[in-house]
Structures are given as structure tokens and as C-alpha cells.
């Protein structure tokens, strides 16, 4: 299994690499891969050292498997390059996420999606992965109607600029910075650019992913996206309107038992989910759950998720292993 990691100088190539080998990923060969200028770096994987390779190097190496961080226009220029040698890529931009050719997976939901035709796969936004596989077993089991959720989302999605910029803000420095605002001491509405309706495009993510993963277009989402200086993952707020009445206790049994999430909802402790306990994990973690009383059907709930793991890496490795599982690579 020859696995290419595309962007493994960046954040999320990093934790690929520490996801990889924390799950034994049958990697019989390492191509690591960035852009020029980091071409000759070299990463360290299972003790062993590799020098970077540039885009076509790779290409012409033909990897099995392309696993890719690397930027959105990175990925429309080279992801069809890797799929016309026979690889396999999955991509982490947002690049094919709403192309109707393609597949947006997330595992525990609908890898029964993947098929040996599927050479450019997507994987969903971070704060969208950890919503579905929270309300995944919900619809299957009382269907949804709307979900309103309130994102706080951590520095580490926006890159090493801005935890380098909440560094600098931290020490009093000045420096470059990833944010048109401050981000030391204060929360920032805005995820991403602006779209026409006032919705930013990370707002527009957990909108539109929802209805292609989940296979429904009658979920209503509304969505407001928040960046906060935090570090270790994101955190959401959903008020969730499900079509069939349901008890407290079978609902928290229910995700208590739904593969990759973790229940921690214990009041009388004050156990709740937080980024503090989620960094470096990859289970999806839910509390705070209780009924909406202002509303018939409605559930509240916490959902908390390491960005960086379950909401990149991880999320793709697990799609390469189903892969390999079906036998379609």
C-alpha cells in the first residue's frame, strides 16, 4: 500500500502522519509530498526518515492511495492528475465536497457510498463531521426536521498564521496576523468569507454537507459559525427539532452506544464535553443533552470534536480504511 500524504509539512499533514501510525495504516510505502519550496524537508514516519517530494515526483510514483491537505486550488489542479495514474485521493478541502460526481464520506455514516469508480473522494468540513456523527443516530431513529447550531471553533482551523497570531497577541508581539480582528481575549463571528445571503461559507458548509451525507434535503440547518481563541477543537451548540417525540434517557442511551461518539453528560459532576479534553482524541464527544421546553420534539446538545483528528485526519484515513475493507483500492 504505497500512501502519499499531500501537504504533510502543514498542520493536518502532520497529524495524518501521527494518525497513521497510531492505527497501524498498512503503509508499505511513504510518498510525502508538499509544495517547492519545502521539497528536500525531512518528516519522520515510524522512526524512519523521509526527504519531501514535489507534486509531479508524486504523481509519477503512482501511490495507491493520496491522502490531501494541501488547499483547495492545490487539490482542483492536481487530485484528477493522481486519479489519471489509477490513485485513489481523498481530499480534504472543500475543493469536490459539493461536485455531484463525487462522494462526501464520513464512515460511520455512509461509506456504503464508495465504490471502485470513486477515484476523487471528499471528505466534509470539520464542524460538519462532528455534527453528523452526532445527529446521525437521531434522524435514523426519529428522523430530523431542523437543526439550528452555534459553532466555537478553534484557531487550528484557520492554520499555524493564526496560532501564531493568538501567540504573539498572548506575549504583547507584534506580528502578521490571520484575522482582520484580534483573537487574544475575544470571540470573532465570522468562519471563512461572506456569501450573498450574509451567511459565511463555513456557515454554508453545515447547510449544504448536511443534505448530501445524510441523504436528505428536507433537514433544515441554520447556522451560525464562530471563531474563538481556542486550541484544541471545536466546539457546537444544536437545538435539534426531531419529526417523533422521544425520552431523554433512550436518546442519550442510544448515542452512548452509536459508533465514534462519546457521552459525557452528568450534571451532578459537572461532566460535559470541552476542546481541553477532546485535543488529541477521535471520538466525537456529546453532553449537556436535555429537552428544549420552549418547543414540542426538540432536543439541546454540546458537541465537541478535536478538529485537527476526527474533523481532518482521521476522518480520512478512516474513509481509506473502508476502502480497503470493501476492496476497492
Keep these: 500500500m504505497r500512501v502519499a500524504v499531500v501537504g504533510v509539512t502543514g498542520m493536518v499533514g502532520n497529524v495524518m502522519l501521527e494518525v497513521l501510525e497510531e492505527r497501524n495504516f498498512p503503509v508499505t510505502e511513504l510518498i510525502p509530498v508538499a509544495s517547492e519550496k519545502s521539497v528536500g524537508k525531512k518528516i519522520t514516519f515510524r522512526g524512519k526518515e523521509y526527504a519531501v517530494v514535489g507534486m509531479q515526483q508524486a504523481v509519477s510514483l503512482k501511490p495507491d492511495i493520496a491522502l490531501f491537505s494541501a488547499g483547495g486550488g492545490t487539490s482542483l489542479e492536481w487530485a484528477p492528475k493522481f486519479a489519471q495514474v489509477g490513485t485513489t485521493v481523498i481530499d480534504n478541502s472543500s475543493a469536490w465536497r459539493m461536485d455531484a460526481t463525487k462522494k462526501l464520506v464520513i464512515p460511520e455514516i ?17 464542524s460538519t ?7 446521525a443516530p437521531l434522524q435514523q431513529k426519529y428522523g430530523i426536521k431542523r437543526v439550528v447550531v452555534s459553532t466555537y471553533q478553534s484557531i487550528t482551523g484557520t492554520g499555524v498564521k493564526a496560532v501564531k497570531q493568538l501567540e504573539n497577541e498572548y506575549n504583547g508581539v507584534e506580528g502578521e496576523k490571520a484575522y482582520h480582528y484580534q483573537i487574544h481575549r475575544n470571540a470573532i463571528p465570522q468562519c471563512d468569507v461572506f456569501e450573498d445571503n450574509g451567511y459565511t461559507k463555513e456557515e454554508m458548509k453545515l447547510v449544504r454537507e448536511t443534505k448530501k451525507i445524510m441523504r436528505d434535503d428536507s433537514i433544515a440547518v441554520t447556522a451560525t459559525a464562530v471563531r474563538i481563541p481556542v486550541v484544541g477543537g471545536h466546539s457546537e451548540s444544536l437545538n435539534i427539532e426531531l419529526r417523533d417525540d422521544f425520552n431523554l434517557e433512550e436518546v442519550k442511551q442510544l448515542l452512548s452506544t452509536s459508533a465514534g461518539i462519546q457521552v459525557l453528560d452528568d450534571t451532578t459532576t459537572n461532566s460535559y464535553p470541552m476542546p481541553l479534553y477532546a485535543q488529541g482524541k477521535d471520538a466525537v ?9 420552549s418547543q414540542k420534539n426538540t432536543l439541546n446538545m454540546w458537541v465537541v470534536a478535536d478538529n485537527l483528528r476526527k474533523g481532518a485526519a482521521t476522518n480520512t484515513i478512516q474513509i481509506a480504511e473502508a476502502l480497503i475493507q470493501k476492496g476497492l483500492v
Design 110 to 126: 455512509n461509506a456504503d457510498v464508495l465504490t471502485k469508480e470513486d477515484k476523487i473522494i471528499a471528505n466534509p468540513n470539520c
Design 129 to 135: 463531521i462532528q455534527m453528523l456523527v452526532a445527529l
Design 285 to 293: 464527544f456529546v453532553g449537556r443533552i436535555r429537552r428544549d421546553e
